[in-house]
């Protein structure tokens, strides 16, 4: 299965049967100057219906995955579990749901606009993960500081950093330097693309840093 990160918290996720997966997939938003997400596309995961995460208008008529609880499309089961944008239970940004899901033996994670940390039973809930993707710029989510203790308490095998201030997104939130400062196992990529198989994972955890596809 093959990762590409288009920008900001959207990613296109390609099975080994072609079956394309578009994460989060932000529209016309101002701050941002990623370009435009088309597709196509076979499913939509959409954490919450902010315009920075759900605005595109993605082609080939995919199948929308929102909200929390279990949901199947094709051979692809999605685990939706209810959180919140902000450390107020919602109060102040509104939920966020964050997705689980299996594509050719690989456990992903999208943590949407997660603005909290997570309880004992929600890391439980999650389970193992082999590809967290996960926010770390701060101000509209969790920061540097609360992504890694996240990452501590999920122990996944490869960490993609997603949601921070760079050249195609000027809000005010910190850079992913803040996140990888005193790092180990950093991988800086010249590309946008990550190709991974069940069984050739990393046995120590690895942070990727992609570059933005749009």
């Known amino acids: 299965m093959k990762i590409r990160w288009l920008g900001h918290s959207a990613f296109l996720i390609t099975a080994d049967d072609g079956t394309r997966i578009v994460t989060d997939p932000y529209g016309i938003f101002p701050d941002l100057h990623y370009a435009q997400i088309e597709g196509p596309a076979e499913i939509l995961v959409v954490s919450h219906k902010h315009g920075d995460h759900f605005g595109a208008k993605v082609?080939?008529?995919?199948?929308?995955?929102?909200?929390?609880?279990?949901?199947?499309?094709?051979?692809?089961?999605?685990?939706?579990?209810?959180?919140?944008?902000?450390?107020?239970?919602?109060?102040?940004?509104?939920?966020?749901?964050?997705?689980?899901?299996?594509?050719?033996?690989?456990?992903?994670?999208?943590?949407?606009?997660?603005?909290?940390?997570?309880?004992?039973?929600?890391?439980?809930?999650?389970?193992?993960?082999?590809?967290?993707?996960?926010?770390?710029?701060?101000?509209?989510?969790?920061?540097?500081?609360?992504?890694?203790?996240?990452?501590?308490?999920?122990?996944?095998?490869?960490?993609?950093?997603?949601?921070?201030?760079?050249?195609?997104?000027?809000?005010?939130?910190?850079?992913?330097?803040?996140?990888?400062?005193g790092k180990a196992n950093v991988k800086r990529l010249n590309t946008s693309d990550l190709e991974l198989k069940a069984g050739q994972l990393p046995q120590t955890t690895e942070i990727v840093v992609l570059k933005h596809a749009l």
């Open 59 to 181: 082609k080939g008529n995919p199948k929308l995955v929102t909200g929390g609880g279990e949901k199947k499309v094709g051979s692809i089961e999605f685990k939706g579990i209810e959180v919140y944008h902000d450390t107020s239970k919602g109060s102040q940004r509104g939920p966020n749901t964050v997705f689980c899901f299996t594509v050719n033996g690989v456990r992903l994670c999208h943590l949407g606009d997660l603005g909290h940390l997570l309880s004992g039973p929600e890391i439980a809930e999650i389970g193992p993960v082999d590809v967290l993707m996960i926010p770390v710029g701060g101000s509209y989510t969790i920061d540097a500081a609360a992504a890694t203790k996240i990452c501590e308490q999920i122990k996944p095998k490869v960490i993609i950093p997603m949601h921070y201030r760079n050249d195609k997104c000027s809000f005010p939130i910190s850079g992913v330097e803040d996140f990888l400062k």
